[in-house]
């Protein structure tokens, strides 16, 4: 088992800055990918961003050029940084995890909500 525990979010005026963290615990015997999703009201889940484990990084194009995806494989934790928000973030953030070798098993955070204001 795995757990993911994200912090970070909260309310944020249109072009300001948020930090997002999720530390991961458990079973940790092969990250494979960590990624943040989001889920706006009356939306399907969506990919933000995601790291693989040698750092390889991917972005979803309302996220490239204003979001940032980090690991910190020490504490099996990996950060979005945020910025230029747009109230079209407003989001419940989640945060996954593909663990494992030749079998693998995903995990997801709780989620942590974001509030743009305009």
């Known amino acids: 088992q795995v757990q993911l525990v994200e912090s970070g979010g909260g309310l944020v005026q249109a072009g300001g800055s948020l930090r997002l963290s999720c530390a991961a615990s458990g079973s940790l015997f092969k990250i494979n990918v960590m990624a943040w999703y989001r889920q706006a009201p009356g939306k399907q889940r969506e990919l933000v961003t995601s790291i693989t484990s040698g750092g390889s990084t991917n972005y979803a194009d309302s996220a490239k050029g204003r979001f940032t995806i980090s690991r910190d494989n020490a504490k099996n934790t990996v950060y979005l940084q945020m910025n230029s928000l747009k109230s079209e973030d407003t989001a419940v953030y989640y945060c996954?995890?593909?663990?494992?070798?030749?079998?693998?098993?995903?995990?997801w955070g709780q989620g942590t909500q974001v509030t743009v204001s305009s």
């Open positions: 996954y995890t593909r663990v494992g070798l030749a079998r693998f098993y995903d995990y």
